[in-house]
Structure formats: structure tokens, C-alpha cells
Nanobody, 118 residues
């Protein structure tokens, strides 16, 4: 099970840190990712955008061009947690953010909503 938290309303230029708590499996074996989906399209899996990925152990990360230099993904396997630090937020970052664990299986959380607005 994956449970996201930390979403909310933030002004342009602000920051948020999203958290993803994992339970029921060994997080350390899985690549962990954050995806996002524009409001109103929550039921269309194909339209989820990959935001960031961190490899098992945390050695490698990958970011979408749109968030490069602004977002940071990191993990704490001892706490079964994955985080997404989001800085310099803008309106285009408004979305439902999902946590994903992937190995041979794939697990998704229910999402946490981020709204960037003045």
C-alpha cells in the first residue's frame, strides 16, 4: 500500500514536500516514482506524466524536463518513505500527484492534490 500526503494550496514560487508512505512490501527492492495528472483526468491512466524516479538504493534519479532543477526525489528506506521536494512551483505544476512503486509488480497510491495559485 502507498499513501501520499503533503499536497495543498501554494502560491506561485512557493514550495511543498510530498511524502509517500509504503507498507506491506519491502520498499528497498523497488524503483520509486512520482507521477502527476491534470485535474479532471484522474481516471485516464495513460495521461499520467512521469515527474521523477529514484532507483532502488537511491543512487540514480531521473526527472522530467519540466521539473528539472526545481524538484528533488529522495527516499528513506529505513522509514519506508519516499519524498518529492518541489520548489519554485508554478501554475503548470497543479495536478494530482501519485506515488508509484515498481519492480515486477507495480503499486500506486491514491494521490495528493497540489494547487498552485495566487
Amino acid at each position: 500500500q502507498l499513501v501520499e500526503s503533503g499536497g495543498g494550496l501554494v502560491q506561485p514560487g512557493g514550495s511543498l514536500r510530498l511524502s509517500c508512505a509504503a507498507s506491506g512490501f519491502n520498499l528497498g527492492w523497488f524503483a520509486m516514482s512520482w507521477f502527476r495528472q491534470a485535474p479532471g483526468k484522474e481516471h485516464r491512466l495513460v495521461e499520467r506524466e512521469l515527474v521523477a524516479t529514484v532507483s532502488p538504493g537511491g543512487k540514480f534519479t531521473h526527472y522530467a524536463d519540466s521539473v528539472m532543477g526545481r524538484f528533488t526525489i529522495f527516499r528513506d528506506d529505513s522509514k519506508s518513505m519516499v519524498y518529492l521536494q518541489m520548489d519554485s512551483l508554478n501554475a503548470d505544476d497543479t495536478a494530482l500527484y501519485y506515488c508509484q512503486a515498481s519492480k515486477t509488480q507495480t503499486y500506486w497510491g491514491q494521490g495528493t492534490l497540489v494547487i498552485v495559485s495566487s
